[in-house]
T-cell receptor, first 113, second 112 residues
Framework: GAGVSQSPSNKVTEKGKDVELRCDPI?????LYWYRQSLGQGLEFLIY????????KSGLPSDRFSAERTGGSVSTLTIQRTQQEDSAVYLCASNKDRTDTQYFGPGTRLTVL | GEDVEQSLFLSVREGDSSVINCTYTDSSSTYLYWYKQEPGAGLQLLTY?????DMKQDQRLTVLLNKKDKHLSLRIADTQTGDSAIYFC????????????FGQGTTLQVKP
């Protein structure tokens, strides 16, 4: 079946602009995670959604970052007033519940000029 | 807090065995994982081991877990050039989220 998909695959933006990154999880997966992969920080957790519960936002690096998940499926990660240090690959993963294996999408490579 | 450590680089000859090592700190992790990342690609789950197991074998892959020393290893038998990639060790967080805590990744270089 279809895996986790993310769009766009690449995004180049200017410092100060807002960006939106999209994740389509595997059908039937109620849990969704966002991670960031950057040269300086490695792979780090950003945010977790489980069904209709309040998300765990403990990994978001600043209040410029936000995410939502509409209808328990598609998720959007928004970065406001982008900075150069936001340049990274943003990865989305989903699973059936928190004890299940996480399946990753191909990522969105964000470059902030 | 939780931490996962890996060596950064390993170089082997084609046909040899590769062993990638990892240490972790959260003894309450339920699962430990190995993911593979090829250049420009996302993370591909290679294998995982439940915390009450010592060993798991899957074709050319063998995972060994030493809970006492909090040490995890991945052995790739008969390493091929197609195995060249970055390998990430990860432990599942013991909180309610099950988020993954990743090591820095080990770059495996396979020479023909």
């Amino acid at each position: 079946g279809a895996g986790v998909s993310q769009s766009p695959s690449n995004k180049v933006t200017e410092k100060g602009k807002d960006v939106e990154l999209r994740c389509d999880p595997i059908s039937g997966h109620t849990a969704l995670y966002w991670y960031r992969q950057s040269l300086g920080q490695g792979l780090e957790f950003l945010i977790y959604f489980q069904g209709n519960s309040a998300p765990d936002k403990s990994g978001l690096p600043s209040d410029r970052f936000s995410a939502e998940r509409t209808g328990g499926s598609v998720s959007t990660l928004t970065i406001q007033r982008t900075q150069q240090e936001d340049s990274a690959v943003y990865l989305c993963a989903s699973n059936k519940d928190r004890t299940d294996t996480q399946y990753f999408g191909p990522g969105t490579r964000l470059t902030v000029l | 807090g939780e931490d996962v450590e890996q060596s950064l680089f390993l170089s082997v000859r084609e046909g040899d065995s590769s062993v990638i090592n990892c240490t972790y700190t959260d003894s309450s992790s339920t699962y430990l994982y190995w993911y593979k990342q090829e250049p420009g690609a996302g993370l591909q789950l290679l294998t995982y081991i439940f915390s009450n197991m010592d060993m798991k074998q899957d074709q050319r892959l063998t995972v060994l877990l030493n809970k006492k020393d909090k040490h995890l290893s991945l052995r790739i038998a008969d390493t091929q050039t197609g195995d060249s990639a970055i390998y990430f060790c990860a432990e599942s967080d013991s909180s309610n989220t099950g988020k993954l805590i990743f090591g820095q990744g080990t770059t495996l270089q396979v020479k023909p």
